[in-house]
């Protein structure tokens, strides 16, 4: 009977109604879905900041919270980057901070006393919800709301979205992801409406882009592309002019107030396009304005004049800019993205990141699965009907795929417009097959039923509505299962599995930081690969000398050369820096694999890459065969220094697996070639349980002379 | 005869100046340095030569700690040397010769010389030129020396070569014939090292025990080369200058109130900004007696580092305090303000205090600068015009409504 009485209670609402509830439910269940999908790490280990980047990100909005935007803005770390310092307001995109720290007060206003932590950890699911209900709006002015529903749920899972945004990876690709796609929706309204109060909203949302990412340079570019199409294809109109003008102005305008843009949006090559755009759209508006002055002779004389002394006056200007410099030369990271080799061989310190490499093959599937296939099916769905929008998202796509080829971060854009043009695929083959179900309803007798031309209609929908299905179950088992098993670590405390199948936790790097931060003098100076220096200043507290924010290239390369060096060459330059204390990761004894001794290359490609160092060659750190090596085979060079020695300091005395000799690596899986030394200069400090984290402490000189 | 009669006027210019003496032979099982991790004296003599192992606690490591910890040692040895004191004096960058070799001087040994040219007479030229280690203005008196020859570390720059052997000496048995290259020849033999380690402890080594001899401090020198002959050997003057040194009655620096502040402020602030004037002011104090009273030099500098000095200036005496005032240059980061002093005979003076030094903040920056001034123009003018551009538009729309018809 209840059950009755509720499908009356649905059925009496009238049509709209239904409909409308229906897409509540389900909109509201995908925004749920999504963030819930995200809470794997905090419920398996904590509510804890992932990662590097975070671990910034985080202590920044604790000191916006504590200290207010002023003191923020104003902010010179000098805790990091020893002895240079680091502006931070000005170096940084502020949106991210500014974003958790009004929601934190708003909560404290409403007297729901919540930690500032949590807010951070909690950010990105709470953002992915809002994209989600964004991604349906967006598709739905694509195609229609069926569409924009499936496209919501699938962005609710999409693994390439969830690998930023789980909870605790508190980093700006969780908010710029939907405040990308809620520019992009504003904009498709502006260009559909032609209405100011669109485009106005379109370049407040870039503006919140822009605070929160250094990714609005896709944005900014992939706009004018879209205006650019349009006027090729003829469909230029006054709604694209109201929309684009005013966007560029008021974005461009915006944008300059972030301190850390400043005047890159009329200075550097990356934001020339929209610029040149913008001066186009007046061109074509004018000429178009004109034409329909003037006769055609007439014009026809006029254009050629026009476009001829323009383009000679443009060509001349860029050129004096170019020599002046005034138009910036466009960045290393701007590069890598045209040409993927170009990082590798220029600049060591953007290859050496594993987010900047190209993308495998695999991992598109890994991160996208289905969708990849329903990708150009969505594609032909939109060129088949080809309108403004449609335009739009199908730039976006191809242009998306182009750039997460070049780098795995930038799945992270290509991620959202694979959902929406899968969701509209599955939507149209749905809405096509759908209609030829065979369903046994109150309209008994359908005309279709008797449909000579298409024999088994019925049951060819049926196939393909249950091959959708399976399609759409298939990918939220494997979205489900990487997201718990590949995007839910925090990589700051990590499990394994022991010999008898329990769980063992590695909490080596917070006991290792809380060790510093408890043992060394206030103003202690930390030295250790950049990788670590977010994570030491935040939970350590101490003075680091390079950190994740690489901006200066010549003080990484002397901690490399420092590294890379024999221990009395190393000795100088740790004097020279003031250094304290060295922090060394070491896998060896765990079968970590991201150990310090694994990103060693690195650290002398970067060490020998500025003057300074030109003594350091990467040839010596190889055997004579070419390989890397830390077993008996290695190279003099590699085996007696500074890194080898403190990551295997004491440690040709270790058992670590049965059946091998001591010194035994379990991440090469060899038997070090060096096992007896002494430490002449550093003197070992701490080691962690697991000997994940060594540190070191720099011996003073010798009392005595030497 | 014991030592402690050979050599009583040393010991008594000792107790004159206020030291409580306590000997004890080296062999004594009752010696040993430290009680209960604190040490019991504050200086050390030893004049044991050719002691082969100390009795009760007293080792070479023993001595070694000592010293980083901070006690004064005076070493005399001579031709008997042992192996113990030759490995105290290698700890300290101080190689003494083999057991029996002697310092031998063909030329300028004494004329009461017993035929091997091992007393000689060392020349006051060929001492260091630092006036708290060796007394200052030295009589012209040569010094009387019997015993081994030293090498310094040349690795060790601690090493403060306080005399030297003239040209013509070297350093071998006497007995026996020049076969190999002897192990010290000319100026680089070491008859009396010394070193201030960089705890400030001072330890002095002396090849020659008979140089602290009442005989020596008493008797006349007289140069077989130059055939000058004085009554008295400046032997004592010279001990008692170099044991002044050593137990830190001379040459003693520290550090007093460092104070440094913005000019016209009284505190520090917690960072510096960027083209500021700073004070740095520097209290400077050296031990005379027993009292510590301003050191008075001119040749104290400041410096402004990051990683190299920004600022490299002198400290002017004023009131007591040494000051400077200069204007923080245009770089920001985490600078020291460092005092290095190092001169030789002195404590090695080391003061470095870190601040921060900031960019200017946002609203630090000039508000008014000249050549912004055609783009205020520019911006209240556009102002205007679209102001004017609107009153036209919204008025011409009669005309234009006009002109079709």
Same mark, same amino acid.
């Given at each position: 009977?209840?059950?009755?009485?509720?499908?009356?209670?649905?059925?009496?609402?009238?049509?709209?109604?239904?409909?409308?509830?229906?897409?509540?439910?389900?909109?509201?269940?995908?925004?749920?879905?999504?963030?819930?999908?995200?809470?794997?790490?905090?419920?398996?280990?904590?509510?804890?900041?992932?990662?590097?980047?975070?671990?910034?990100?985080?202590?920044?909005?604790?000191?916006?919270?504590?200290?207010?935007?002023?003191?923020?803005?104003?902010?010179?770390?000098?805790?990091?980057?020893?002895?240079?310092?680091?502006?931070?307001?000005?170096?940084?995109?502020?949106?991210?901070?500014?974003?958790?720290?009004?929601?934190?007060?708003?909560?404290?206003?409403?007297?729901?006393?919540?930690?500032?932590?949590?807010?951070?950890?909690?950010?990105?699911?709470?953002?992915?919800?809002?994209?989600?209900?964004?991604?349906?709006?967006?598709?739905?002015?694509?195609?229609?709301?069926?569409?924009?529903?499936?496209?919501?749920?699938?962005?609710?899972?999409?693994?390439?979205?969830?690998?930023?945004?789980?909870?605790?990876?508190?980093?700006?690709?969780?908010?710029?992801?939907?405040?990308?796609?809620?520019?992009?929706?504003?904009?498709?309204?502006?260009?559909?409406?032609?209405?100011?109060?669109?485009?106005?909203?379109?370049?407040?949302?870039?503006?919140?882009?822009?605070?929160?990412?250094?990714?609005?340079?896709?944005?900014?570019?992939?706009?004018? $592309?879209?205006?650019?199409?349009?006027?090729?294809?003829?469909?230029?109109?006054?709604?694209?002019?109201?929309?684009?003008?005013?966007?560029?102005?008021?974005?461009?305008?915006?944008?300059?107030?972030?301190?850390?843009?400043?005047?890159?949006?009329?200075?550097?090559?990356?934001?020339?396009?929209?610029?040149?755009?913008?001066? $186009?759209?007046?061109?074509?508006?004018?000429?178009?304005?004109?034409?329909?002055?003037?006769? @055609?002779?007439?014009?026809?004389?006029?254009?050629?004049?026009? @476009?001829?002394?323009?383009?000679?006056?443009?060509?001349?200007?860029?050129?004096?800019?170019?020599?002046?410099?005034?138009?910036?030369?466009?960045?290393?990271?701007?590069?890598?993205?045209?040409?993927?080799?170009?990082?590798?061989?220029?600049?060591?310190?953007?290859?050496?990141?594993?987010?900047?490499?190209?993308?495998?093959?695999?991992?598109?599937?890994?991160? $996208?699965?289905?969708?990849?296939?329903?990708?150009?099916?969505?594609?032909?769905?939109?060129?088949?009907?080809?309108?403004?929008?449609?335009?739009?998202?199908?730039?976006?796509?191809?242009?998306?795929?182009?750039?997460?080829?070049?780098?795995?971060?930038?799945?992270?854009?290509?991620?959202?417009?694979?959902?929406?043009?899968?969701?509209?695929?599955?939507?149209?083959?749905?809405?096509?097959?759908?209609?030829?179900?065979?369903?046994?309803?109150?309209?008994?007798?359908?005309?279709?039923?008797?449909?000579?031309?298409?024999?088994?209609?019925?049951?060819?929908?049926?196939?393909?509505?249950?091959?959708?299905?399976?399609?759409?179950?298939?990918?939220?088992?494997?979205?489900?299962?990487?997201?718990?098993?590949?995007?839910?670590?925090?990589?700051?405390?990590?499990?394994?599995?022991?010999?008898?199948?329990?769980?063992?936790?590695?909490?080596?790097?917070?006991?290792?930081?809380?060790?510093?931060?408890?043992?060394?003098?206030?103003?202690?100076?930390?030295?250790?690969?950049?990788?670590?220096?977010?994570?030491?200043?935040?939970?350590?507290?101490?003075?680091?000398?390079?950190?994740?924010? @690489?901006?200066?290239?010549?003080?990484?390369?002397?901690?490399?050369?420092?590294?890379?060096?024999?221990?009395?060459?190393?000795?100088?330059?740790? *004097?020279?820096?003031?250094?304290?204390?060295?922090?060394?990761?070491?896998?060896?004894?765990?079968?970590?694999?991201?150990?310090?001794?694994?990103?060693?290359?690195?650290?002398?490609?970067?060490?020998?890459?500025?003057?300074?160092?030109?003594?350091?060659?990467?040839?010596?750190?190889?055997?004579?065969?070419?390989?890397? *090596?830390?077993?008996?085979?290695?190279?003099?060079?590699?085996?007696?220094?500074?890194?080898?020695?403190?990551?295997?300091? *004491?440690?040709?005395?270790?058992?670590?697996?049965?059946?091998?000799?001591?010194?035994?690596?379990?991440?090469?899986?060899?038997?070090?070639?060096?096992?007896?030394?002494?430490?002449?200069?550093?003197?070992?400090?701490?080691?962690?349980?697991?000997?994940?984290?060594?540190?070191?402490?720099?011996?003073?000189?010798?009392?005595?002379?030497? | 005869?014991?030592?402690?009669?050979?050599?009583?006027?040393?010991?008594?210019?000792?107790?004159?100046?206020?030291?409580?003496?306590?000997? %004890?032979?080296?062999?004594?099982?009752?010696?040993?340095?430290?009680?209960?991790?604190?040490?019991?004296?504050?200086?050390?003599?030893?004049?044991?030569?050719?002691?082969?192992?100390?009795?009760?606690?007293?080792?070479?490591?023993?001595?070694?700690?000592?010293?980083?910890?901070?006690?004064?040692?005076?070493?005399?040895?001579?031709?008997?040397?042992?192996?113990?004191?030759?490995?105290?004096?290698?700890?300290?960058?101080?190689?003494?010769?083999?057991?029996?070799?002697?310092?031998?001087?063909?030329?300028?040994?004494?004329?009461?010389?017993?035929?091997?040219?091992?007393?000689?007479?060392?020349?006051?030229?060929?001492?260091?030129?630092?006036?708290?280690?060796?007394?200052?203005?030295?009589?012209?008196?040569?010094?009387?020396?019997?015993?081994?020859?030293?090498?310094?570390?040349?690795?060790?720059?601690?090493?403060?070569?306080?005399?030297?052997?003239?040209?013509?000496?070297?350093?071998?048995?006497?007995?026996?014939?020049? %076969?190999?290259?002897?192990?010290?020849?000319?100026?680089?033999?070491?008859?009396?090292?010394?070193?201030?380690?960089?705890?400030?402890?001072?330890?002095?080594?002396?090849?020659?025990?008979?140089?602290?001899?009442?005989?020596?401090?008493?008797?006349?020198?007289?140069?077989?080369?130059?055939?000058?002959?004085?009554?008295?050997?400046?032997?004592?003057?010279?001990?008692?200058?170099?044991?002044?040194?050593?137990?830190?009655? %001379?040459?003693?620096?520290?550090?007093?109130?460092? %104070?440094?502040?913005?000019?016209?402020?009284?505190?520090?602030?917690?960072?510096?900004?960027?083209?500021?004037?700073?004070?740095?002011?520097?209290?400077?104090?050296?031990?005379?007696?027993?009292?510590?009273?301003?050191?008075?030099?001119?040749?104290?500098?400041?410096?402004?580092?990051?990683?190299?000095?920004?600022?490299?200036?002198?400290?002017?005496?004023?009131?007591?305090?040494?000051?400077?005032?200069?204007?923080?240059?245009?770089?920001?980061?985490?600078?020291?303000?460092?005092?290095?002093?190092?001169?030789?005979?002195?404590?090695?003076?080391?003061?470095?205090?870190?601040?921060?030094?900031?960019?200017?903040?946002?609203?630090?920056?000039?508000?008014?600068?000249?050549?912004?001034?055609?783009?205020?123009?520019?911006?209240?003018?556009?102002?205007?015009?679209?102001?004017?551009?609107?009153?036209?538009?919204?008025?011409?729309?009669?005309?234009?409504?006009?002109?079709?018809?």
């Amino acid at each position: 009977m209840g059950v009755h009485k509720n499908q009356s209670w649905f059925f009496r609402m009238t049509h709209e109604k239904q409909d409308t509830l229906v897409k509540m439910l389900i909109l509201s269940m995908a925004a749920v879905l999504s963030f819930s999908t995200r809470l794997f790490s905090v419920l398996r280990f904590e509510s804890v900041i992932h990662e590097f980047d975070p671990y910034f990100n985080y202590r920044t909005t604790k000191y916006l919270a504590e200290e207010g935007f002023y003191n923020f803005h104003n902010w010179f770390d000098d805790r990091a980057w020893y002895p240079l310092g680091r502006i931070i307001g000005g170096t940084i995109y502020p949106g991210l901070m500014i974003t958790s720290t009004v929601i934190y007060h708003m909560l404290n206003f409403l007297h729901i006393t919540i930690d500032i932590r949590n807010v951070c950890v909690f950010l990105a699911p709470f953002f992915s919800s809002l994209t989600t209900i964004v991604t349906y709006l967006l598709t739905k002015e694509l195609l229609n709301d069926g569409a924009g529903l499936v496209a919501a749920a699938m962005i609710a899972i999409v693994p390439g979205y969830i690998s930023r945004s789980v909870a605790g990876s508190y980093d700006n690709e969780g908010i710029a992801i939907f405040c990308m796609l809620l520019t992009y929706y504003f904009w498709i309204k502006a260009v559909k409406t032609g209405s100011l109060f669109w485009s106005t909203l379109c370049s407040l949302a870039y503006f919140y882009m822009v605070s929160s990412w250094g990714g609005y340079v896709f944005l900014i570019n992939l706009i004018p $592309l879209h205006v650019l199409v349009l006027m090729f294809t003829g469909r230029f109109s006054h709604r694209v002019y109201v929309a684009y003008s005013a966007l560029y102005c008021l974005g461009t305008i915006l944008s300059m107030q972030i301190s850390f843009v400043g005047f890159q949006p009329v200075q550097s090559s990356e934001h020339m396009a929209a610029l040149g755009v913008f001066g $186009l759209v007046q061109l074509h508006a004018f000429v178009n304005f004109v034409r329909s002055k003037m006769t @055609t002779e007439h014009f026809n004389v006029l254009f050629r004049t026009l @476009t001829m002394i323009t383009g000679v006056v443009f060509a001349a200007l860029a050129a004096v800019l170019a020599a002046s410099g005034k138009i910036a030369p466009w960045t290393g990271r701007f590069y890598s993205l045209l040409d993927p080799s170009y990082a590798k061989n220029n600049i060591p310190i953007i290859a050496s990141v594993s987010e900047h490499q190209p993308t495998t093959w695999s991992s598109f599937y890994f991160d $996208l699965q289905m969708l990849v296939f329903l990708f150009p099916a969505g594609l032909y769905f939109c060129f088949n009907k080809l309108t403004d929008s449609n335009i739009f998202i199908i730039i976006y796509g191809v242009t998306s795929i182009y750039f997460a080829g070049v780098m795995v971060r930038l799945m992270l854009v290509l991620a959202p417009v694979m959902c929406i043009l899968s969701g509209i695929a599955v939507s149209s083959t749905l809405d096509t097959y759908m209609k030829n179900l065979d369903v046994v309803q109150k309209g008994k007798t359908s005309k279709k039923k008797t449909d000579s031309s298409y024999t088994f209609k019925n049951e060819v929908a049926w196939a393909v509505v249950m091959l959708m299905t399976f399609f759409m179950m298939t990918y939220t088992f494997h979205c489900t299962w990487v997201t718990s098993e590949a995007y839910s670590s925090p990589s700051i405390v990590l499990a394994a599995r022991s010999g008898d199948g329990g769980r063992i936790i590695f909490d080596d790097f917070r006991e290792a930081y809380f060790w510093l931060r408890h043992n060394t003098p206030e103003d202690a100076k930390v030295m250790s690969w950049w990788d670590y220096g977010y994570q030491i200043t935040a939970m350590a507290n101490r003075t680091i000398l390079v950190d994740n924010n @690489t901006w200066n290239n010549t003080h990484i390369s002397r901690v490399g050369q420092a590294m890379a060096s024999t221990e009395d060459k190393a000795y100088e330059i740790m *004097r020279e820096l003031d250094v304290d204390y060295v922090l060394v990761l070491f896998g060896g004894l765990t079968g970590y694999s991201s150990d310090d001794i694994n990103k060693f290359l690195w650290m002398v490609r970067i060490g020998g890459s500025t003057d300074k160092g030109a003594h350091i060659k990467e040839q010596d750190y190889y055997t004579p065969n070419g390989e890397f *090596r830390v077993d008996r085979e290695g190279s003099p060079a590699m085996l007696n220094c500074l890194m080898y020695k403190m990551c295997y300091y *004491r440690f040709g005395s270790v058992y670590t697996e049965q059946g091998k000799p001591t010194g035994y690596d379990r991440v090469r899986n060899v038997e070090i070639g060096n096992k007896d030394f002494e430490l002449d200069v550093l003197e070992e400090a701490y080691t962690s349980e697991h000997w994940l984290v060594r540190i070191y402490k720099v011996k003073d000189l010798d009392n005595r002379g030497n | 005869m014991s030592v402690r009669e050979t050599h009583s006027i040393f010991f008594r210019s000792l107790v004159d100046r206020g030291y409580e003496l306590t000997f %004890k032979s080296a062999d004594d099982s009752s010696l040993s340095l430290a009680k209960y991790g604190e040490f019991l004296f504050d200086n050390l003599v030893l004049f044991a030569p050719s002691v082969e192992e100390f009795g009760g606690t007293l080792s070479v490591d023993a001595i070694t700690s000592f010293i980083d910890g901070g006690g004064d040692v005076l070493i005399g040895v001579d031709s008997t040397v042992g192996d113990t004191m030759r490995e105290i004096a290698m700890e300290c960058g101080v190689e003494i010769d083999e057991e029996g070799t002697a310092v031998i001087d063909h030329l300028n040994y004494d004329v009461n010389d017993e035929g091997k040219h091992t007393k000689i007479v060392a020349d006051v030229a060929n001492l260091i030129d630092a006036p708290t280690i060796v007394g200052a203005s030295t009589k012209q008196v040569p010094i009387l020396y019997q015993g081994v020859g030293m090498v310094a570390d040349s690795d060790n720059p601690l090493i403060l070569e306080v005399l030297t052997a003239s040209s013509t000496a070297y350093s071998f048995d006497p007995d026996e014939a020049v %076969k190999e290259y002897p192990h010290a020849v000319g100026k680089s033999t070491l008859l009396i090292a010394a070193i201030q380690a960089r705890n400030n402890a001072r330890v002095a080594f002396v090849g020659s025990l008979d140089f602290f001899s009442n005989d020596y401090f008493s008797s006349a020198v007289q140069s077989m080369q130059d055939g000058k002959k004085f009554d008295k050997s400046g032997n004592q003057e010279l001990a008692t200058a170099l044991s002044k040194w050593v137990f830190k009655e %001379k040459g003693v620096l520290r550090v007093g109130e460092v %104070k440094h502040h913005r000019v016209g402020e009284k505190t520090p602030p917690s960072a510096y900004t960027i083209m500021e004037d700073v004070i740095y002011t520097i209290v400077i104090e050296t031990l005379e007696g027993d009292s510590w009273v301003s050191y008075k030099a001119d040749d104290i500098q400041l410096e402004f580092v990051r990683i190299d000095p920004f600022v490299r200036t002198f400290l002017s005496l004023k009131g007591g305090k040494y000051e400077s005032v200069f204007k923080i240059p245009d770089v920001y980061g985490v600078f020291q303000f460092k005092v290095d002093y190092n001169r030789v005979g002195f404590t090695h003076l080391f003061k470095t205090t870190q601040v921060s030094v900031r960019p200017l903040e946002h609203t630090q920056y000039e508000r008014f600068i000249p050549s912004a001034y055609p783009y205020y123009a520019s911006a209240f003018s556009m102002m205007l015009g679209v102001l004017l551009l609107s009153f036209v538009f919204l008025h011409l729309r009669e005309d234009m409504k006009e002109k079709p018809e």
